[in-house]
Each structure stands twice: as structure tokens, then as C-alpha cells.
């Protein structure tokens, strides 16, 4: 899952960043207004993180100015601003939350899994293929019934390649959508956690979920929903 926090604090935003990336969340950080749609034009993201006090253009325009283009990515809005009335006006513009400074880490993580597990008709998702299930609300996953230990990268790259199972993924897409734009490692990082998260769900298993596109890249292949 990849995030956008804005944040003009440095050592909060710092700090944000920190707590997200060992949950295993991809993170930019915008510091200001503009360059907060900067990179909301540029990337596609599944949450955003606001602050509303911002330079260059505050929340509020940020808001504004991401649904008047029609971005309809989650907003949760980080701010020392705890008036019902700033509220009213965050929630009324499109924010979909809103978490007042100074928070806990552990809420804040809640109102994120809340916000991204959120579907208009199905308030739980679990991601499938085969006898592979990923639940993002508990971050598990299982085969077979058995619980697959994963660390928070492997996670990562595994749901996002269920979200988009039966579809081949470039190795550029991939680390686009699992990893932040700051990122300056080959492509080869992709090919290393492939290889990893074959020998946990894959290696004497079957069938093989994870199929290799000779010269395209990497997908999750469900053949019975293929």
C-alpha cells in the first residue's frame, strides 16, 4: 500500500514515516501545499495523510483542490487543530477522517486499516487465490489453512500483487506502488523478493502461485478466477 503524508514538521513527519514503513506501508513525504499535489498528480496512492497547517497552501485548498480533480483517494487529516467547527469544514470538503495532534501510533494505525479496507458493499476484504488468503484488516495470511510468516516488505509486495492478481506486473510498477519514490535501488530488489515470497507460499505447495512473464515481469496467477 502506498501512502502520501504531508507534513511541514520535519522530525513528526520523520517520525510518521518510521512508524508506517515497519507496518510495511510505502510513504512520500510532501512538506507543503503544492508539493503535496505534485505527487498526488504523479502517483497513484491508496491513503493521504494531511496536515492542515501547511505553507504554500494549507489543507483545506489541499482538499479542495484533490476533489475538484476528481482524486478520490482517502484523506486522513493530521492536525493540532481540534475545533469542531475546522472539523466540519475538513470532513465537509471530502476529508474522510480526521485525528487530532498529539496521537497515538497505535490509533493511528487503526484509522488507516479502517480507511483502507473501506468498500462500498463489503466492509471486510480478504484477498484470495487458491488456498491463499491475505486478510489486510489483521495483516495475516495463510495457505492451506497454515499461517505464512512475512515480513513487512513481503507483505507489502504480496497484497499488492493479490490486488492485482491475474495481471502482469513490471518490475518498475511494482516498486513504484511497494516502495517510495526516494527509493534508488535496481530493479533487481524485486527479483530478491520474489524469490522469498516463492519459497514461503510456493515451495511445496501447489499449485505455484507465482508465475514469472519472461521479459514483462512478475503476476499472481488464480486459474480459477483467471
Same mark, same amino acid.
Given at each position: 500500500?502506498?501512502?502520501?503524508?504531508?507534513?511541514?514538521?520535519?522530525?513528526?513527519?520523520?517520525?510518521?514515516?518510521?512508524?508506517?514503513?515497519?507496518?510495511?506501508?510505502?510513504?512520500?513525504?510532501?512538506?507543503?501545499?503544492?508539493?503535496?499535489?505534485?505527487?498526488?498528480?504523479?502517483?497513484?496512492?491508496?491513503?493521504?495523510?494531511?496536515?492542515?497547517?501547511?505553507?504554500?497552501?494549507?489543507?483545506?485548498?489541499?482538499?479542495?483542490?484533490?476533489?475538484?480533480?476528481?482524486?478520490?483517494?482517502?484523506?486522513?487529516?493530521?492536525?493540532?487543530?481540534?475545533?469542531?467547527?475546522?472539523?466540519?469544514?475538513?470532513?465537509?470538503?471530502?476529508?474522510?477522517? &480526521? =485525528?487530532? !495532534?498529539?496521537? %497515538?501510533? @497505535?490509533?493511528?494505525?487503526?484509522? $488507516? /486499516?479502517?480507511?483502507?479496507?473501506?468498500?462500498?458493499?463489503?466492509?471486510?476484504?480478504?484477498?484470495?487465490?487458491?488456498?491463499?488468503?491475505?486478510?489486510?484488516?489483521?495483516?495475516?495470511?495463510?495457505?492451506?489453512?497454515?499461517?505464512?510468516?512475512?515480513?513487512?516488505?513481503?507483505?507489502?509486495?504480496?497484497?499488492?500483487?493479490?490486488?492485482?492478481?491475474?495481471?502482469?506486473?513490471?518490475?518498475?510498477?511494482?516498486?513504484?506502488?511497494?516502495?517510495?519514490?526516494?527509493?534508488?535501488?535496481?530493479?533487481?530488489?524485486?527479483?530478491?523478493?520474489?524469490? &522469498? =515470497?516463492? !519459497?514461503?507460499? %510456493?515451495? @511445496?505447495?501447489?499449485?505455484?502461485? $507465482? /508465475?514469472?512473464?519472461?521479459?514483462?515481469?512478475?503476476?499472481?496467477?488464480?486459474?480459477?478466477?483467471?
Amino acid at each position: 500500500m502506498k501512502i502520501l503524508l504531508v507534513e511541514d514538521e520535519a522530525k513528526l513527519a520523520a517520525a510518521v514515516r518510521k512508524i508506517l514503513v515497519r507496518q510495511g506501508y510505502s510513504v512520500d513525504v510532501a512538506g507543503d501545499g503544492p508539493d503535496a499535489l505534485a505527487f498526488a498528480a504523479a502517483y497513484i496512492y491508496d491513503l493521504i495523510l494531511l496536515d492542515l497547517l501547511l505553507p504554500g497552501l494549507d489543507g483545506y485548498g489541499v482538499i479542495r483542490e484533490l476533489r475538484g480533480r476528481n482524486v478520490q483517494t482517502p484523506i486522513l487529516v493530521l492536525t493540532a487543530k481540534d475545533d469542531v467547527e475546522d472539523k466540519i469544514r475538513g470532513l465537509d470538503l471530502g476529508a474522510d477522517d &480526521y =485525528l487530532t !495532534k498529539p496521537f %497515538d501510533a @497505535g490509533e493511528l494505525l487503526a484509522r $488507516i /486499516r479502517a480507511l483502507l479496507r473501506r468498500e462500498p458493499s463489503e466492509p471486510r476484504v480478504f484477498l484470495t487465490a487458491a488456498d491463499l488468503v491475505l486478510d489486510p484488516q489483521l495483516r495475516s495470511v495463510t495457505r492451506g489453512g497454515g499461517a505464512v510468516p512475512l515480513t513487512a516488505r513481503e507483505f507489502g509486495l504480496l497484497e499488492f500483487m493479490l490486488r492485482r492478481k491475474n495481471r502482469v506486473l513490471s518490475r518498475d510498477t511494482i516498486i513504484e506502488h511497494v516502495w517510495d519514490s526516494s527509493f534508488d535501488s535496481l530493479p533487481s530488489i524485486v527479483d530478491v523478493y520474489i524469490r &522469498y =515470497l516463492r !519459497k514461503k507460499i %510456493d515451495d @511445496g505447495r501447489s499449485p505455484k502461485l $507465482i /508465475r514469472t512473464v519472461r521479459g514483462m515481469g512478475y503476476m499472481i496467477r488464480d486459474d480459477e478466477n483467471a
